[in-house]
């Protein structure tokens, strides 16, 4: 079992920055790739971002590239999302997930665990 915790949402204006943390316990997080989602009101869970087990290769949607920076600290067994220029239609719900493959999916319903969330609200 793994358990994840995000924090570091909040409200920000557009343009702002925030970065999100997701804290895993219970193994190892070097076993895992990683991935933050995020769900706005209404709207499907969409992928985000992805970052492979050891951090050497990361991928992103569309909609947050050269925005957002997935990184990993294994040793410190935490996942960040920096999020730079947001805009206010980034405000959701973001996610960590953990995924037992070696480069994670951008596809949920892979995932094997979820963290609780953490809400991120940007004002325009």
């Known amino acids: 079992q793994v358990q994840l915790v995000e924090s570091g949402g909040g409200l920000v204006q557009a343009g702002g920055s925030l970065r999100l943390s997701c804290v895993a316990s219970?193994?190892?997080?070097?076993?895992?790739?990683m991935g933050w989602f995020r769900q706005a009101p209404g709207k499907e869970r969409e992928f985000v971002a992805i970052?492979?087990?050891?951090?050497?290769?990361?991928y992103y949607a569309d909609s947050v590239k050269g925005r957002f920076t997935i990184s990993r600290d294994n040793a410190k067994n935490t996942v960040y999302l920096q999020m730079n220029s947001l805009k206010p239609e980034d405000t959701a719900v973001y996610y960590c997930?953990?995924?037992?493959?070696?480069?994670?999916?951008?596809?949920?319903?892979?995932?094997?665990?979820w963290g609780q969330g953490t809400q991120v609200t940007v004002s325009s």
């Open positions: 219970g193994r190892t997080l070097s076993n895992y790739a």
């Open positions: 997930a953990a995924d037992h493959s070696v480069y994670g999916s951008r596809t949920s319903y892979e995932y094997d665990y």
């Open positions: 970052i492979s087990r050891i951090g050497g290769s990361a």
